[in-house]
Nanobody
C-alpha cells in the first residue's frame, strides 16, 4: 500500500525559507522519479519539481526555478524540497508523489500534504 507522508510546512515571511520532507513507503522508491506538487486555494494541483531515481537530474516549474531545490535520500525513502526566497504566491498545500511522463503523478493515492503559507 502506497503511503506518502509530507512534513515541514509552516508560516514564513516573504523571503524566508522552508525545507519540506516526504517519507514514502509501499513501492520501490529508489526505482522511481519522485516529484513535488502543490495546490493553492481554488486552483488545480500543479507540478513543482522532479528528481530522477539517481538524483542526477532535476526539473523545475518556471515559477520556482532558481529558488527551490529538490533532493532525495534513497536509503531513507525520503524526498526533500528546499524552498528559498519564498513568495506569497508559493502559498499552497505541498504534496509528493512518484512521477511518470515527466511531470505527472503516478499514484492516485496522495498524502495529507503540508501547508506552506508565505506572508507578505
Amino acid at each position: 500500500q502506497v503511503q506518502l507522508v509530507e512534513s515541514g510546512g509552516g508560516l514564513v515571511q516573504a523571503g524566508g525559507s522552508l525545507r519540506l520532507s516526504c517519507a514514502a513507503s509501499g513501492f520501490p522508491f529508489g526505482r522511481y522519479v519522485m516529484g513535488w506538487f502543490r495546490q493553492a486555494p481554488g486552483k488545480e494541483r500543479e507540478f513543482v519539481a522532479t528528481i530522477t531515481w539517481s538524483g542526477t537530474s532535476t526539473r523545475y516549474a518556471d515559477s520556482v526555478k532558481g529558488r527551490f531545490t529538490i533532493s532525495r535520500d534513497n536509503a531513507k525513502n525520503t524526498v526533500f524540497l528546499q524552498m528559498n526566497s519564498l513568495k506569497p504566491e508559493d502559498t499552497a498545500v505541498y504534496y509528493c508523489n512518484a512521477v511518470i511522463r515527466t511531470t505527472n503523478p503516478l499514484y492516485d493515492t496522495w498524502g495529507q500534504g503540508t501547508q506552506v503559507t508565505v506572508a507578505s
